[in-house]
C-alpha cells in the first residue's frame, strides 16, 4: 500500500474516474433496455394489427373494409355488399393460392371499371393466362 500522498491522490481519483465510468455504462444500460422494451412494445402493438389486410394494389397500406365499400389510402375504391375483413382475406387468400398452385410468379391487383361503372378487384399474371375477378 503506497503511503506517499501524492500516489494516494493519485489512486483515489483513478477510483473516482472508474467509478464515473461504471455509473455510465449502468446508465447507457439502462437506456439500452428502456430501447428494447419500447421496441418489443411496438412490435406486439404489430402483432395486433395483424389483423389488418394489406392493399393487395399498392402492398404497402392496410385496407378499410365496410360493410359496403372496402378502400385504401391509395385510392382503391370498391363499393361492395355485406364485406367483412374475414370474407375478404379469405376471398383473397383462396384466389392467390390457387394462383399459386398452378403459376409460381406473383399475381398483380389492378381496379377495373365493370358494368354499370362499378369497380371490381381484377387479378392477372403477367406470365400465365389466368385472370380473376374479386
Known sequence: MPEDPDELAVLEEI????IL??????????RSLRFD???LNAMLEGLDATDRIICPVCRKNNLTVKTHMVCCQCGLYISTQDMTEGKLRSLLESTVTEHSQRCFHSPEFTVTSGMEEETSLLMSCP???????L
Do not use: D, K
Not at 465510468?21 to 439502462?30: A, C, D, G, K, N
Not at 406470365?127 to 375477378?133: A, D, G, K, N, T
Open 15 to 18: 477510483q473516482q474516474e472508474l
Open 21 to 30: 465510468q461504471e455509473q455510465l455504462v449502468i446508465e447507457e444500460y439502462e
Open 37 to 39: 422494451e419500447e421496441c
Open 127 to 133: 406470365v400465365s393466362p389466368s385472370v380473376r375477378f
